[in-house]
Every structure is written in structure tokens, then in C-alpha cells.
């Protein structure tokens, strides 16, 4: 394939199949980080917290059992080959949780509203693009890299996994497998009878897509002859990359993150035409897309200091046991929890 298409071709197809199987989880699934933590908290519904537990119970599985077959070095991707900030995790994952909440969705959940045809969606996208732009390149770039900086890892990879193995003697890829078994198995108990096999079906899809992202850019990277980094999906920084791209194309190479999020909007696009048809929506109410693009911007600069979003690293990073992944993604949960109270209680006083 490589020969066929060339590796940047091959990276931004192995993007946008993933990205399709994402999107089409969150239009015909409902698989939203956003829907999780309001429908736990207030409707009385774990559901689709289950749900979100089954793609990760299956993306550990299927990580940690490649790496036992030799499919895999974990240590070569790009989560795992740098330590990251544990004030930008926790910071930045609170800004991005109450940024999620005050804009309606995630970066992912923005996507697949695009491609249902959501204008207000496109202007979160964008606004939160450009953030993550500014927070990564742009005028922000030096103060993050100055109070939160990324280094490469010591010796051995930033992971809970391997820091176990040191410890327990038991290797990594059996850790990981053991928690994947586990999550996934207690998913499927938990579940919802009526739900089950709709929830748990979309959820082993969203994890299948990001396990794909690491196995087949691991692929390129070992089989092709340019330097790619190893990565999965994550939807703000690629947001941003995607809109650069779109106005500088020229001399410019495509990237896995803009595979991604084309493939979510497309399978946003073919869940919205299966599920209940393809239709333009806009902002009724200018005090709403005020409050949701303030949301964009907080989710880009939130997503950027914790490295990664609520599936950059509330899946990707936390499928390959990273040190700070649970730290983010607690605190995007609580940063969430935050902005839907806040929320709630002005349409009370109200």
C-alpha cells in the first residue's frame, strides 16, 4: 500500500477510517464524553459511562496484546516517548472540561454535529482550532512551553503499565491486557439489558478505531523510510492543523490528525442521513453561541496544556496506561461537572 499511495497517503487514509468509525459511533451510538457525564450526574443513566468503558476496556486489549505479539513497541509513540505537565494536566483538563460544558460538546462531538449539517458546530470547531493553534504556535506558544513544558521521557516510557512491571515483575503487555479484560468484562455486566448490544457494540467499535490509529501509524513509521510520530486520535490541536492545511496546502504534508477529523465529519455526515436525515441548523440565540464559542476557546487552550482532549486522552492516552492520562481525565470530568452545575443553576435562577 505504502508503494500505492505513498506514506502520507497511507497515514491520513489510516486517520480518516478511524475517524469514520468514530464518527458513525457518535451519531448511531450516541458515544459522547459530554452525554456520559451529564446523563450520569443528572439522568440517572450510566449507560454510556459503560459504554465509554467498553471502548476502553477493548483499545487496552488491543494495544497491550499486539505489544505481546510484537505488533507494537508502546514505548515508540509519542504519548508515551515524552513526561508531560501535571499542573498542565490537571489545569488544562479542568479549562477543557467547563470549556465542553459551556459549548454543548467536545471537539470529537463537534465534528460529527458538522457533518449533520450544525453551523453553530463549525463555529466551535474553528474558534477551538485556532485556539489550540495559538496555544501550540502562536502568541501563547512561549508561555505554555515556559510554565508547562513537554521533555522527552527518561529511559523508560511514561507509563503506569511499565512502572507496574518494574514493581510486580509482571510484564507490561500482561497488565494491560489484565485491565482491558477486566474494564471490558465489568462494561458488558453493567450495561443496561435494553441497551446492551447496541452500546457495546459501538463502544468496541470506538475502541478498535483508536487502537487503529497506533498499530497502523506504528506501521508506516517501521515499514516507510520518513520519521512519522506515533499517535491516535485526538480532536483539537488536528482541528487546527486541518484548517492550516486547508489555506496552506502547498509544500505541506498531510498528517494523521487531518485524516481523523475529515473522517469524522464524513461519518458524522452518513450517521446523521441513516439516523434521521441530513439538515442545515444555525444560532437562534446570540447570548447561546457567545457562551459556546467562549467554550471553544477555553477547550482549545485547555486541550493544548493537557496534551490532548477528552478522547486524546480520556481513550488514546489512557488505552496505553500513560502517567498522566487518569489525571486528565479526571479532571475533564470534574471541569465538566463544574460547567453543567453552573449551567443548571443559572436556568434555575433564571
Not at 508547562?148 to 491486557?177: D, Q, W
Request: proline letters at 3%; aromatic letters at 8%.
Amino acid at each position: 500500500m505504502l508503494e500505492l499511495i505513498g506514506e502520507s497517503g497511507a497515514v491520513l487514509l489510516i486517520g480518516a477510517v478511524g475517524g469514520l468509525m468514530l464518527g458513525l459511533a457518535a451519531r448511531l451510538g450516541r458515544f459522547c464524553t459530554l452525554g456520559m457525564i451529564e446523563d450520569a450526574h443528572y439522568g440517572q443513566d450510566r449507560g454510556r459511562l459503560w459504554m465509554w468503558l467498553t471502548a476502553l476496556g477493548t483499545a487496552l486489549m488491543v494495544n497491550f496484546g499486539a505489544a505481546a505479539l510484537g505488533l507494537i513497541d508502546l514505548s515508540a509513540t509519542l504519548l508515551l516517548s515524552n513526561t508531560y505537565s501535571i499542573p498542565g494536566a490537571i489545569l488544562g483538563g479542568l479549562l477543557f472540561g467547563y470549556g465542553m460544558a459551556q459549548a454543548g460538546n467536545c471537539g470529537y462531538g463537534v465534528l460529527a454535529r458538522v457533518g449533520g449539517g450544525d453551523f453553530r458546530a463549525l463555529v466551535i470547531a474553528i474558534v477551538m482550532g485556532v485556539s489550540a493553534s495559538a496555544a501550540v504556535f502562536g502568541i501563547l506558544g512561549g508561555f505554555r512551553t515556559a510554565f508547562f513544558p513537554i521533555v522527552p521521557a527518561a529511559p523508560e516510557p511514561s507509563s503506569l503499565a511499565h512502572a507496574a512491571e518494574r514493581i510486580t515483575g509482571l510484564s507490561h503487555s500482561t497488565i494491560g491486557l489484565a485491565l482491558g479484560a477486566l474494564a471490558l468484562g465489568l462494561s458488558i455486566r453493567l450495561q443496561t439489558s435494553g441497551q446492551r448490544l447496541r452500546r457495546v457494540g459501538w463502544g468496541i467499535v470506538a475502541g478498535l478505531a483508536i487502537s487503529s490509529g497506533f498499530l497502523g501509524t506504528y506501521w508506516v513509521a517501521t515499514e516507510g523510510f520518513d520519521v512519522w510520530p506515533v499517535v491516535s486520535h485526538s480532536f483539537t490541536a488536528p482541528i487546527g492543523e486541518t484548517i492550516h492545511y486547508a489555506m496552506f496546502s502547498s509544500g505541506l504534508v498531510p498528517k494523521f490528525g487531518i485524516g481523523s477529523v475529515l473522517g469524522v465529519v464524513l461519518g458524522g455526515a452518513i450517521g446523521s442521513l441513516i439516523q434521521d436525515g441530513f439538515r442545515w441548523e444555525a444560532c437562534e440565540d446570540p447570548r447561546e453561541l457567545r457562551r459556546q464559542i467562549a467554550g471553544g476557546v477555553a477547550m482549545g487552550l485547555g486541550a493544548v496544556l493537557a496534551a490532548g482532549c477528552s478522547v486524546g486522552q480520556g481513550l488514546s492516552a489512557l488505552s496505553l496506561l500513560s502517567i498522566t492520562a487518569p489525571i486528565v481525565a479526571a479532571s475533564i470530568w470534574i471541569g465538566a461537572w463544574i460547567g453543567l452545575r453552573h449551567l443548571i443553576v443559572g436556568l434555575e435562577a433564571a
